[in-house]
């Protein structure tokens, strides 16, 4: 396959929320009490909500900028592509880019939006809603055919969680954030009957649980010393442990509709994984008493679970062990994992190198996720204008570096590998810190 | 490879302490103060130290015994085979199951011996020497050529520790037990200086540092209520934590002939962790400052560390993306995860799947753990006697079951489970349950 006739939809990138998010979606009566931007004599801006503060607002924002300047700056709109809170620079930069179509994670709400877990439900639950309506109508309606609509979750109420899937869900979004382990935020675990209405609710609606890695409030740091390198490293292996909760659970035998994303998890691992799973059952089912009906777990893995890679190319040589069907890939803008905006150049090496068919790459790149998760650009693009060399035709000329100076251009390696560490330590049990 | 030409030695396998064994290498003051053995009411043995009680002495010894009694018994040692604690009927069933050398583990210490680690120090570094000659010159010495030795570390005091991988060293032990995270135990984490002195004396002596999965006091366990089948699957992929630890740190960048062994961490996720470390290297080494003076982390991983594997025919079929210099195999007796005593026919079934060289298969065999650990079986033992064949031979008509029934029998799976999960999560600390 050429690069230039490649379709890539991504299942995970993310948008930094605009100031003017709520504008029009939340009712009057709760405007005031809203989250908004504030910018610190530093620079550095802000969310505020109630007495918590959100630092760190652009957060891996990285896209576009010298690799030498990453860190846990950028922290200030005006630092980062206008592509990442702008939805008409987001789209150029998709195109820019190869990228067709693109669902796009939350960043201050956190993935499982606890932060609208308010003492006031009634206004959490209208927090809730008016981000996935701004979400869903404002942002990913803007450009139909464009992007994967995703929901934030009601995340301290199980019923009110299934009849918002069940909202949005009329309105075309089937894919949902969540944490890969409500347990580890203080929710009842994924083996408690407190979630079954939202299970249902998923399988009734065909939508997709997306778990994003990082989104349990546990980082793996293994001490506080560790250099970030190590976090760094180890973040995408962590969400095996939610795929390991889930797929041993109750969860997917009562309800065998389920479909599971792990988002940024990456898929090198997964034939160890799977492996291991089945030797598990073969060495223990007959103390511990899984029983999945004949089938090993390996096979209930492919049934309920999507698994996504950014650029690891141990995955696509073991498409296969994982299953093809199983596989998308993901852009992961703008984040500093993303190979944007030259993916689609090292998507068709990695192709060529473990001699991958054109079938298997377009399951991969954008097949798996429109089935998936329901989702159809044909129905607004062409597709001779959907490739990547056709998206890039439209927008020659597009500029895809970012001038505004990093703060961190003047901090040595030293600061910015202590600063990144402080952060990330602050940040370990997911909550906002306090202003 | 014929299954009888194999030769087996392995790099993992446990003992389960006799009551007898700090006699004759105590030193006489300490006698009365040291760990015993006691039975319980209800026929479960113990060790008592002090006020502290080690429940299980028998933990997971299953060998030989029915897969439906796994759990978290047999509680006795007249619930398993001899050849857990009888250096004698040890050999026989390494025999049997065609296994050259082996190296055990300790039981009741923990694998970072931190059960020693008392108030009174000189009591607790009698105790570490003691086991330690014990082990090496009673154990290991009753059959040589048959055991690669390992010392216990004094895990409190980095100079002791020193010193006592050099006594142990001089007389041929080559293999430190550890723990995966000193900072999840308490102890300075393995970026701080406190622990030169060790890192030093291993170069020195040429001594591996054996780091077994589970020795960071910290399981993974997402939830209480998750399937015991969770923890299972989940411990070896826990050991890339320390990898990375390791791996990223300047110990390795300042002592160069320093060897580490991922015991028990299986090998199928090493080549997606290798790639992983090479991407994170090139997205991030230009703000967070690693150098390796320009060599790719998978080379310094393949220079520093051993990878070891039970089963997984993942890590088999991608052992030249991982190192074929830098894979083991081991046993895991007496232990659940074990393929005793029918590993060598499973190894072969897997050789011949994969095309393994006889090359590559002697090196995964016996080779690297020959080399990595410095020791020779063959100074004692003919190699025609060496093989899976001549092993089995020498001890045919050897039973290889256990007979005593386990308490586990009358018991539903649901209450083994509930048993298993309860036991666990007590000892997630890794703290000894108080008596």
Known sequence: MQTDDLILISVDDHVIEPPDLFDGHLPERFKERAPRIERGADGADFWTFGTTRIPNVALNAVAGRPKEEYGIEPQSLDEIRPGCFDVHERV?????????????????????????????????????????????????????????PMALPVI?????????????????????????????????????????????????????????????????????????????????????????????????????????????????????????????????????????GGKRPSEVFREHFLTCFISDTTGIALRHDIGIDNISWECDYPHSDSMWPTAPEQLTAAFARYGVSDDDARKM????????????????????????????????????????RSRHAGKSQAERAAEFNRFMLAQRDDEPVAG
Chains 1, 2 share one sequence.
């Not at 009634?122 to 990913?140: K, P, S, T």
């Not at 292996?237 to 797929?247: E, T």
């Not at 599971?260 to 089945?278: K, M, N, Q, V």
Request: aromatic share 12%.
């Open 156 to 292: 301290w109420d199980a019923e009110k969680c299934a009849a918002e899937v069940r909202r949005v869900a009329a309105k075309g979004c089937h894919s949902l954030t969540f944490t890969e382990n409500p347990a580890a935020l203080g929710y009842p675990s994924f083996h408690n009957a407190f979630w079954n209405p939202l299970w249902t609710a998923l399988c009734d609606t065909g939508t997709v649980m997306s778990i994003h890695l990082g989104s349990s409030g546990q980082l793996a740091i293994p001490a506080p010393d560790s250099p970030p390198d190590v976090m760094i490293t180890l973040q995408p292996m962590n969400i095996c442990s939610a795929a390991a909760d889930l797929l041993w659970s109750r969860v997917l035998k009562e309800f065998p509709d389920l479909k599971i994303s792990l988002s940024e998890g990456g898929t090198g691992w997964i034939p160890y994984f799977l492996e291991r799973c089945d030797r598990t059952f073969e060495m223990h089912a007959g103390w511990t008493g899984q029983d999945f």
């Open 92 to 148: 150029k930069d998709m195109s820019a880019g190869g990228v067709l179509g693109s669902m796009n994670f939350p960043s201050f709400p956190g993935f499982a939006a606890r932060l609208f877990a308010t003492e006031d439900e009634e206004f959490g639950l209208a927090l809730v809603r008016a981000y996935n309506d701004w979400h869903i109508d404002q942002w990913c309606g803007a450009y139909p055919g464009r992007f994967i």
């Open 365 to 404: 790149t954008y097949e798996n996720a429109m089935r998936w998760y329901r989702f159809d650009p044909f129905a607004h693009v062409r597709r001779e204008d959907a490739t990547v060399g056709a998206l890039r035709r439209s927008v020659a000329g597009h500029d895809v570096a970012v001038h505004a």
